[in-house]
């Protein structure tokens, strides 16, 4: 069965310093990959997706960035974190193949700027 | 931007009782999907109902959708105290090969007492 990783589940970080949350999926092969940040009381807000290493889409200008090395692992980075990053951020993926497939998501981290 | 509304924000029922759920949404879809979400988790996949399909069930889950008026409603019946959480609508539009990226809204809190 498919599996997804996500870590760390909490982090405090100062302003100014670099970020690097890691994600991984087992099981499964060629998956879309999404970034997704959620503030408080929100709905989640889609910063990247991938549909393969390498291939990297952006859905809003942001301080953030995402790299997708292989093919079941999604890094999210910045090189200089500010306070409008603080938030919740989930990983998920789905299948690469066909239309109309649910999302998979991990289990977040929680991110606080200091 | 938010595409799915959910309505109400927040909803408080008793153990045994239903819950319903509304999402409106704007653009035309592929599918439309219902997410929960249990406080500081990550959102567990409940059931997708494609654009021609105009209802589905799940165990106690029973999802409408109306493309004509762009709504959809999650129904859960005989609701017990584990149902409490956020639920989530999502929509695909497909849009420009957006590869099943979804839109959510900002989910309804729904607090079951036993």
């Known amino acids: 069965s498919q599996t997804i990783h996500q870590w760390p589940a909490t982090l405090v970080q100062p302003v100014g310093s670099p970020l690097s949350l890691e994600c991984t999926v087992e099981g499964t092969s060629n998956p879309n990959l999404y970034w997704y940040r959620q503030a408080a009381g929100r709905g989640l807000q889609l910063l990247f997706y991938?549909?393969?290493?390498?291939?990297i889409s952006s859905e809003v200008p942001q301080n953030l960035s995402a790299s997708r090395p292989q093919d079941r692992q999604f890094i999210l980075s910045s090189k200089k974190l500010l306070l409008s990053d603080s938030g919740f951020y989930l990983c998920a993926w789905a299948p690469g193949e066909g239309r109309n497939q649910p999302q998979h998501f991990g289990d977040g981290t929680r991110l606080s700027i200091l | 931007s938010q595409q799915g509304e959910e309505d109400p924000q927040a909803l408080s029922i008793q153990e045994g009782e239903n819950a319903t759920m509304n999402c409106s949404y704007k653009?035309?879809?592929?599918?439309l999907q219902w997410y929960r979400q249990n406080s500081g988790r990550g959102l567990v996949h409940l059931i997708l109902?494609?654009?021609?399909?105009r209802e589905k069930h799940s165990g106690r889950l029973r999802v409408t959708l109306d493309t004509s008026k762009k709504s959809s409603s999650l129904l859960i019946t005989a609701s017990r105290a584990a149902d409490t959480a956020s639920y989530f609508c999502?929509?695909?539009?497909?849009?420009?090969?957006?590869?099943?990226?979804?839109?959510f809204g900002k989910g309804t809190k729904l607090s079951v007492k036993p």
């Open positions: 653009t035309s879809i592929n599918n």
């Open positions: 999502a929509t695909d539009s497909g849009y420009g090969g957006s590869q099943g990226n979804l839109i």
């Open positions: 109902i494609r654009s021609n399909e």
């Open positions: 991938s549909v393969g290493i390498g291939q």
